[in-house]
T-cell receptor, first 113, second 112 residues
């Protein structure tokens, strides 16, 4: 795996609680992405970052926010978790402008009860 | 909405056989990529084919792209048990700069 870690790897939380997932890279790549993976849907982009403090929305951004204060860290926050946000979350990185090869982290399995 | 749709959804073959899966997409693209995901792991990039390319090879992988039909195929030759995984196509649409759109994947099982 490229130098990407995600924490926590597993989390169970209750509806209405805030949750923050962390993606950490040691590759110094400019671009970072958060996806969610659900059965039958493949991966869907939540938010992405094209530099420190530069972020933009993906196709399923409602209910999520992100922050990137350092090149190596990209945080995904669920402001008030809902059961529909139960999913596997993947972080990815890329060092190329445009949509080229992305390197994925191991994923975080989140269950909202 | 998904840009890419893989077909079949699932494929079961024996070691040594070839595996072919297809991807159809809806809009013009800059490139199309294929990724593999082993159970419980993150995705791994396999191959990228640009919109002006028709065929590309990488080891036992062969990818074709037909932009007139908006479709691509991934062929894995001489399959091995280690090829058991889900395979996803991802497209870089010309109207969606910098964002990949993934299909739902093809689940491939290779039995010894």
């Amino acid at each position: 795996d490229a130098g990407i870690t995600q924490s926590p790897r597993h989390k169970v939380t209750e509806t209405g609680t805030p949750v923050t997932l962390r993606c950490h890279q040691t590759e110094n790549h400019r671009y970072m992405y958060w996806y969610r993976q659900d059965p039958g849907h493949g991966l869907r982009l939540i938010h992405y970052s094209y530099g420190v403090k530069d972020t933009d929305k993906g196709e399923v951004s409602d209910g999520y926010s992100v922050s990137r204060s350092k090149t190596e860290d990209f945080l995904l926050t669920l402001e008030s978790a809902t059961s529909s946000q139960t999913s596997v979350y993947f972080c990815a990185i890329s060092d190329q402008d445009g949509a080229y090869e992305q390197y994925f982290g191991p994923g975080t399995r989140l269950t909202v009860t | 909405s998904q840009q890419g749709e893989e077909d079949p959804q699932a494929l079961s073959i024996q070691e040594g056989e070839n595996a072919t899966m297809n991807c159809s997409y809806k809009t013009s693209i800059n490139n199309l990529q294929w990724y593999r995901q082993n159970s419980g792991r993150g995705l791994v990039h396999l191959i990228l084919i640009r919109s002006n390319e028709r065929e590309k090879h990488s080891g036992r992988l062969r990818v074709t792209l037909d932009t007139s039909k908006k479709s691509s195929s991934l062929l894995i030759t001489a399959s091995r048990a280690a090829d058991t995984a889900s395979y996803f196509c991802a497209t870089d649409a010309t109207d969606s700069w910098g964002k990949l759109q993934f299909g739902a994947g093809t689940q491939v099982v290779v039995t010894p």
